[in-house]
C-alpha cells in the first residue's frame, strides 16, 4: 500500500506539472511547429529524467529497507514506468484535445491524472504479480 501511494503522487505531481507547463507553452500560439516539437521533447527528456532519478532513489531505499534487490528493481522500475507514461500522457493530450477542438485547459488536467492513476495502478500491480514467483526467494 504505501508504494502504490508513493508511485501515485509521484506520477500525479509530473503529471500535472507537465500538463501546466504544456498548456501555457500551447496557449501563448506564438510557437512555429519546428519550436513547438523541440519544446515537447525537452520536457520529455526532462520527465525522463526525473523518472529516472525517482526510479534509482525508490529502489536504492527499498533495498535498504527490505534487504531484497528484487523487490527493489520491481518497485523503482515501476515508478520510473508510471512516471514516464504520466509524462508522456501530459505531453500528447493537450495537442490532442486541441486538435479536436476541445478545451485543452479545462479536460487536459483530469484526463491525464484519471488516464495516469489508472495505469499506474495496472503498472504496479502487473508487474508485481509478473515478479511473484522472483520476490518469494
Same mark, same amino acid.
Given at each position: &500500500? ?7 503522487a509521484?506520477?500525479?505531481? %509530473?503529471g ?5 507547463v504544456?498548456l =501555457?507553452?500551447?496557449?501563448? #500560439?506564438? /510557437?512555429?511547429?519546428v519550436?513547438?516539437? @523541440? ?10 529524467l @526525473? ?8 529502489? +536504492?531505499? =527499498?533495498?535498504?529497507?527490505? #534487504?531484497? &534487490? *528484487?523487490? #527493489?528493481? /520491481? %518497485?523503482?522500475?515501476? %515508478? ?5 507514461? +504520466? ?6 493530450l &493537450?495537442g490532442l484535445?486541441? *486538435?479536436? *477542438?476541445m478545451? @485543452?485547459a %479545462? +479536460?487536459s488536467? &483530469?484526463?491525464? /491524472?484519471?488516464i495516469?492513476?489508472? =495505469? ?5 500491480? #502487473?508487474a508485481a504479480?509478473? +515478479? /511473484?514467483?522472483?520476490?518469494? =526467494?
Amino acid at each position: &500500500p504505501t508504494y502504490a501511494a508513493t508511485m501515485k503522487a509521484y506520477e500525479e505531481s %509530473i503529471g500535472a506539472q507537465t500538463s501546466s507547463v504544456v498548456l =501555457s507553452a500551447q496557449s501563448g #500560439g506564438s /510557437l512555429s511547429p519546428v519550436e513547438r516539437r @523541440a519544446f515537447l521533447w525537452k520536457e520529455l527528456t526532462v520527465g525522463l529524467l @526525473a523518472a529516472l532519478y525517482a526510479g534509482v532513489v525508490v529502489a +536504492a531505499l =527499498s533495498l535498504l529497507w527490505h #534487504g531484497n &534487490p *528484487r523487490l #527493489g528493481i /520491481l %518497485i523503482g522500475g515501476s %515508478i520510473f514506468v508510471s512516471m514516464l507514461w +504520466a509524462v508522456l500522457l501530459a505531453v500528447t493530450l &493537450p495537442g490532442l484535445l486541441l *486538435r479536436f *477542438r476541445m478545451n @485543452a485547459a %479545462i +479536460a487536459s488536467g &483530469p484526463l491525464v /491524472l484519471t488516464i495516469a492513476d489508472f =495505469s499506474t495502478l495496472g503498472i504496479y500491480l #502487473g508487474a508485481a504479480t509478473a +515478479a /511473484l514467483e522472483l520476490l518469494k =526467494s
